[in-house]
T-cell receptor, first 114, second 114 residues
């Protein structure tokens, strides 16, 4: 298996632009997670899905952030409009089940908002 | 609420000497605990996990961790450091109503000197 795939790996954009980050989870995994990593706040869970349904979005910072999972093999995290404070590394992870199941992380997308 | 505290932000060791990365946890019930490693510009990889079985947990690359309930600790150790161990290490606790969320510590950067 190729593991969790994220694209793009790097994104540089200007303030006010829309940004879309993409994730393909490992086939057969029922859970998908979006995390954000910054120097100030460390690694934070933004939202997670179970069987394509958003379960907990309490970590989404504000309405400018939205996430979708239209099918079992694809998810997007969108920021509109983007701001410089959104600059971070965004990770996608997937797991087979809940509970003690390991989460497998993608390589991350490094976002820079100028 | 579940949380973890990593007691050292940076640890420096010489190659061939033991490694100790410290983590204390807070949990209202028996926790599930993990150690993840992140190499520069890479995603996160699971090193080991504790899920209420044996208190001494062995992981990949010679790492192990001991769960000590009396001390609320889950320290990560390795008998002999290798240059390739240089990375950032995260202590993680499972949280949320169904245990689907991971709460990350602030991370410990391990430096290995030759």
């Amino acid at each position: 298996d190729a593991g969790v795939i994220q694209s793009p790996r790097h994104e540089v954009t200007e303030m006010g632009q829309e940004v879309t980050l993409r994730c393909k989870p490992i086939s057969g995994h029922d859970y998908l997670f979006w995390y954000r990593q910054t120097m100030m706040r460390g690694l934070e869970l933004l939202i997670y899905f179970n069987n394509n349904v958003p379960i907990d979005d309490s970590g989404m910072p504000e309405d400018r952030f939205s996430a979708k999972m239209p099918n079992a093999s694809f998810s997007t995290l969108k920021i509109q409009p983007s701001e410089p404070r959104d600059s971070a590394v965004y990770f996608c992870a997937s797991s087979r089940t809940s509970g003690g199941s390991e989460q497998f992380f993608g390589p991350g997308t490094r976002l820079t908002v100028l | 609420a579940q949380s973890v505290t990593q007691l050292d932000s940076h640890v420096s060791v010489s190659e061939g000497t033991p490694v100790l990365l410290r983590c204390n946890y807070s949990s209202s019930y028996s926790p599930s605990l993990f150690w993840y490693v992140q190499h520069p510009n890479k995603g996160l990889q699971l090193l080991l996990k504790y899920t209420s079985a044996a208190t001494l947990v062995k992981g990949i690359n010679g790492f192990e961790a001991e769960f000590k309930k009396s001390e609320t600790s889950f320290h990560l150790t390795k008998p002999s450091a290798h240059m390739s161990d240089a990375a950032e290490y995260f202590c993680v606790v499972r949280a949320g109503e169904y245990g689907n969320k991971l709460v990350f510590g602030a991370g410990t950067i391990l430096r290995v000197k030759s």
